[in-house]
């Protein structure tokens, strides 16, 4: 590919407010900017009060362009679609990354004859609505090449039996992992779970295990970070099982305070489920961060994570209710710790975005 190949990235979300597609569209960016592509971002402003985003962006070596909050929806649709086929037009290829930006650009492709890319994530591809599924079924059609995220997203569209599909696993950046823990948590052995609280990340899964996990180890304490969507009703259920006095929850935390936090626990655990709505754990990428600071991980079958943890290696895999085995889990990498740990850090470096992004410039050149 010759130097300075123009590039228009269209996605849903993108930092500084967190989410894993904004995260992954983040780093794709930089990555793809450091390795001499000419850039450029198409994302929604998510912020009202913009001036943290606009902080951010400024701080940036490439260009981010933000559609603006509209109190009328349709007109930011449209903005959407304008702002898009205008720098479309002025780059050689357009990625798209998150459900509205399958839409808008597989419509831009109607009009502009430029390489298109599709980044599936999960739940974009997994709509339960008929005429939803069927828009995002028809939009994938438009793409010359699509990229998932985990083998269980590659799956979800196996019925449209596309040929241009492969996949490449989500990338991490973590800093300051050469950095000994400043803290020490409540608990023996204490595990942590780093996502927003709901039912896809499964902390309320986490918490159904408490009781049996008890019976071997009565010290356990179960962490949990993260924006807390639905922190009451998982509350709730603990109190039902009478364990409330073995977790505790931080809500949204700094990085810096998050990694510190990941560096002081002993397991990390998330126990994913897919919602009846249709959202699911694509991928999995904090289990990866805390592998790379040497935590083993517990994660759930059945979603993306089963492509973040090399099984009974790096951490291991099990069903998310079956509390049993989670036990068994626990215990197996408590008794062989030093194992886990080497193992964990040593897995993690396949997956750092200095790797990851060659496998996207070659899957480019199609």
């Known amino acids: 590919m010759k130097s300075r190949s123009s590039l228009l990235l269209v996605t849903s979300e993108f930092p500084p407010e967190p989410g894993g597609i904004g995260n992954h569209a983040f780093n794709l960016a930089k990555y793809l900017d450091k390795n001499n592509f000419k850039i450029s971002v198409v994302a929604d402003q998510r912020l009202i009060d913009n001036k943290k985003e606009r902080l951010f962006d400024k701080n940036l070596s490439f260009t981010v362009l933000r559609i603006k909050i509209k109190s009328i929806r349709i007109f930011k649709y449209f903005n959407r679609f304008f702002k898009t086929f205008k720098y479309a037009y002025q780059n050689e290829i357009i990625i798209a990354s998150g459900k509205f930006s399958l839409w808008i650009v597989a419509l831009t492709s109607f009009f502009l004859k430029k390489k298109y890319i599709a980044i599936i994530h999960g739940t974009e591809v997994n709509f339960k609505n008929k005429i939803l599924k069927k828009s995002i079924d028809f939009s994938l059609t438009r793409f010359d090449k699509i990229i ?125 489920e897919n919602t009846k709505t249709g959202d699911v754990e694509g991928f999995g990428i904090a289990l990866l961060e805390a592998n790379s600071l040497g935590i083993p991980t517990i994660g759930s079958t059945g979603c993306g994570i089963e492509d973040a943890i090399s099984n009974y290696t790096s951490g291991i895999l099990v069903k998310n209710n079956d509390f049993e085995k989670i036990s068994l889990a626990v215990d197996e990498i408590i008794k062989n710790y030093d194992t886990y740990q080497i193992a964990s850090n040593e897995w993690a470096h396949n997956f750092t975005w200095e790797t990851i992004i060659k496998k996207y410039i070659k899957s480019f050149n199609f």
């Open 148 to 272: 998932a995220v985990s083998n269980f997203t590659k799956s979800l569209v196996n019925d449209l039996n596309l040929r241009n599909i492969e996949v490449i696993c989500n990338g991490f950046e973590i800093n300051n992992n050469d950095i000994p823990a400043v803290m020490k948590l409540k608990g023996f052995p204490n595990l942590i779970t780093v996502g927003s609280v709901s039912d896809r990340k499964g902390q309320q899964n986490v918490i159904k295990a408490i009781p049996y996990l008890l019976k071997k180890y009565p010290k356990l304490h179960y962490h949990i970070v993260g924006t807390p969507l639905e922190k009451n009703k998982f509350l709730k259920i603990a109190e039902d099982l009478q364990i409330s006095e073995y977790l505790t929850f931080y809500g949204k935390l700094e990085e810096q305070e998050k990694i510190n936090l990941l560096k002081a626990s002993d397991i990390f655990i998330m126990l994913s």
